[in-house]
């Protein structure tokens, strides 16, 4: 079993930065990367960044390139989303999640809002 605890969203203006927080704790021995995922009411979960285990190869979809950067502090057990020059489309519910081998997620956590606006 897996626990998923996702922090640091709030509410910002155009422009800020805010950075995410994720602790992974239970069963994560067997986990090949991790993932931030976000999701707006009404419109399916997305897919915004992954990480290998080792911290080296990084993916972003496209609409984020640039602006947010994925990172991992595997001795905490923490994983991360810097988030610059938000933008309101940015808006969502932001989650983790730890990828095992067959393409397999843990339990989904709460998630942490993010809001931009003026």
């Known amino acids: 079993q897996v626990r998923l605890v996702e922090s640091g969203g709030g509410l910002v203006q155009p422009g800020a930065s805010l950075r995410l927080s994720c602790t992974a704790s239970?069963?994560?021995?067997?986990?090949?990367?991790m993932r931030w995922y976000r999701q707006v009411p009404g419109k399916e979960r997305e897919w915004v960044a992954s990480?290998?285990?080792?911290?080296?190869?990084?993916d972003y979809v496209d609409s984020v390139k640039g602006r947010f950067t994925i990172s991992r502090d595997n001795t905490q057990s923490t994983l991360y989303l810097q988030m610059n020059d938000l933008k309101p489309e940015d808006t969502a519910t932001y989650f983790c999640?730890?990828?095992?081998?067959?393409?397999?997620?843990?339990?989904w956590g709460q998630g942490t809002q993010v809001t931009v606006s003026s």
């Open positions: 239970g069963n994560t021995l067997r986990q090949i990367g």
């Open positions: 999640n730890v990828l095992f081998p067959g393409s397999r997620l843990a339990s």
């Open positions: 990480i290998d285990n080792t911290g080296r190869r990084k």
